[in-house]
């Protein structure tokens, strides 16, 4: 269910928004664009979190890990 909220929006990008972007279609732009950077926002964390565990686990050659595929293939 939407929810009215307030926000802030500098002059310049409340200017462009209403001249772009026609009038009941507004929020369905803000939403999109919030949907956008939250996705990269996650995507980012979900990087670093990657980065830490890399951190961590012991690196395999390319012969090992070609063994452990095929073997959870079951060849």
Do not use: C, W, Y
Not at 5 to 19: A, P, Y
Not at 52 to 73: C, E, N, P, Q, Y
């Amino acid at each position: 269910m939407p929810t009215k909220v307030n926000i802030v929006l500098d002059d310049d990008v409340k200017s462009e928004l209403e001249r772009l972007v026609e009038s009941g279609m507004r929020s369905r732009i803000i939403n999109k664009a919030f949907r956008q950077e939250l996705q990269s926002i996650r995507r980012q964390q979900a990087s670093k979190h990657i980065d830490v565990l890399r951190g961590k686990a012991k690196t395999l050659s390319s012969s090992v890990i070609v063994k452990l595929v095929r073997r959870d293939r079951g060849r």
